[in-house]
Every structure is written in structure tokens, then in C-alpha cells.
């Protein structure tokens, strides 16, 4: 079993919508959870950093962690069709360093 | 702004060639990380390095090794390059060793094994 899944999608959704994305995991040590966003043909890119449980909202966009079910969400509101790309999330555990465990990443397509 | 570049964005090989991925970075960072990404399988530590000369093992070292002989350049080796190998390789750096350190990617390099 995978230390953290998601699920891949694709997922295609019209512009204006709120897409949410999730990622479950199954090391309760993880307490660094980040979402990155991956456009075609580039490397993936921070969006959103949160510590242990709670919300994070930053324009848009709004990452949730719920330590206690293993689960951690990524909201995106109005969504645009520039938000169209694969999103990963990714953790660490404290002591782990730099070290990520990511997820498989979900495409996802907003049309206009 | 922090800068990863990759040697290459796309490479074609044949079986058994030696290959040579390299990764530079323009901030300093200490930590450098090398990735394969795959389908289905999304991204895999392959090998990371927190210092010159100091690298460690990720979760799929088989088949590569790593040289990092300057703080800024971190390269990836396939010594005897098989299809299975066919990847999309990302290289990362980040700044120093904590949970909360932003890895920055380079745009990533693709590879094909004939």
C-alpha cells in the first residue's frame, strides 16, 4: 500500500467551478503537507505549504488537514482554465528533512 | 527567483549507453534531490544530497548513482541504460534540511531507452 494516495482523475470540470482535490495518507509521523502544481511540460511548483492540521487560504485557493481521518484537501475557487494541470500533493515527516513522500497527482482541466 | 536547470529536456539512448543527467542551481541550496515520474506511479526518490560529496539513497536507487563534486551541480547516472529506465527524470534543490523547505524543480528531462 502506498504511504499516500491519490486519486489521478483526469478530472474536467467547467470554468467558475470548485474543484476539490484530496490525497489520504498512512504515516501518522507526516506533519509538513504541500500541494504542487505541475503545468505540461514543466516541473511541479509550491502552491500551497501547510503545518500539521488546520486550514490555509491564499487567494483562490484553500489546502485543509485533517490529521486525525489522514486527509488533506486542496479548494480551488472560481476556478480558471490557467488552473488547468496536474496537482500533486506531497509531505514529510518531521525528521525527515527535505525528504517528500508525494502523491500521484490528479490532471485536472478547467474549460472555459 | 531560484533557478534549476536541466541539461537536457528531452534525450534518446540505446540500451547499455552510459548517460549523463545533470541539474544546476543558482541559490545555494544545500539539499539536492534527483526524481523519476512515471504514470501511475507519480514522483520517486531516487537519490538526494545534503552536502558536497554526501549523497544518500532514495526509494529507487537501483541501476543510477549520483556525483555532486560542487555545491551547485548535482548529476544523475544510468551506467548501463535499460528500457525500463524510460522516464521523466526531475531534479530539486532546496535551501536546507527541515520539514517546511520548498523544493524547487527544474523543468525535467525525458528520457527514452531504445
Known amino acids: 500500500q502506498k504511504e499516500v494516495e491519490q486519486d489521478p482523475g483526469p478530472l474536467s470540470v467547467p470554468e467558475g467551478a470548485i474543484v476539490s482535490l484530496n490525497c489520504t495518507y498512512s504515516?501518522?509521523?507526516?506533519?509538513?503537507f504541500m500541494w504542487y502544481r505541475q503545468y505540461s511540460r514543466k516541473g511541479p511548483e509550491l502552491l500551497m505549504y501547510?503545518?500539521?492540521?488546520g486550514n490555509k487560504e491564499d487567494g483562490r485557493f484553500t489546502a485543509q488537514v485533517d490529521k486525525s481521518s489522514k486527509y488533506i484537501s486542496l479548494f480551488i475557487r472560481d476556478s480558471q482554465p490557467s488552473d488547468s494541470a496536474t496537482y500533486l500533493c506531497a509531505m514529510s515527516a518531521t525528521g525527515s528533512g527535505s525528504r517528500l513522500t508525494f502523491g500521484e497527482g490528479t490532471q485536472l482541466t478547467v474549460n472555459p | 527567483d531560484v533557478k534549476v536547470t536541466q541539461s537536457s529536456r528531452y534525450l534518446v539512448k540505446r540500451t547499455g549507453e552510459k548517460v549523463f543527467l545533470e541539474c544546476v542551481q543558482d541559490?545555494?541550496?544545500?539539499?539536492m534531490f534527483w526524481y523519476r515520474q512515471d504514470p501511475g506511479l507519480g514522483l520517486r526518490l531516487i537519490y538526494f544530497s545534503y552536502d558536497v560529496k554526501m549523497k544518500e539513497k532514495g526509494d529507487i536507487p537501483e541501476g543510477y548513482s549520483v556525483s555532486r563534486e560542487k555545491k551547485e551541480r548535482f548529476s544523475l547516472i544510468l551506467e548501463s541504460a535499460s528500457t525500463n529506465q524510460t522516464s521523466m527524470y526531475l531534479c530539486?534543490?532546496?535551501?536546507?534540511?527541515?520539514?517546511?523547505?520548498?523544493?524547487?524543480f527544474g523543468p525535467g528531462t525525458r528520457l527514452l531507452v531504445l
Open positions: 504515516n501518522s509521523a507526516f506533519q509538513y
Open positions: 501547510t503545518y500539521s492540521s
Open positions: 530539486a534543490s532546496s535551501l536546507s534540511w527541515g520539514g517546511r523547505e520548498t523544493q524547487y
Open positions: 541559490m545555494d541550496h544545500e539539499n
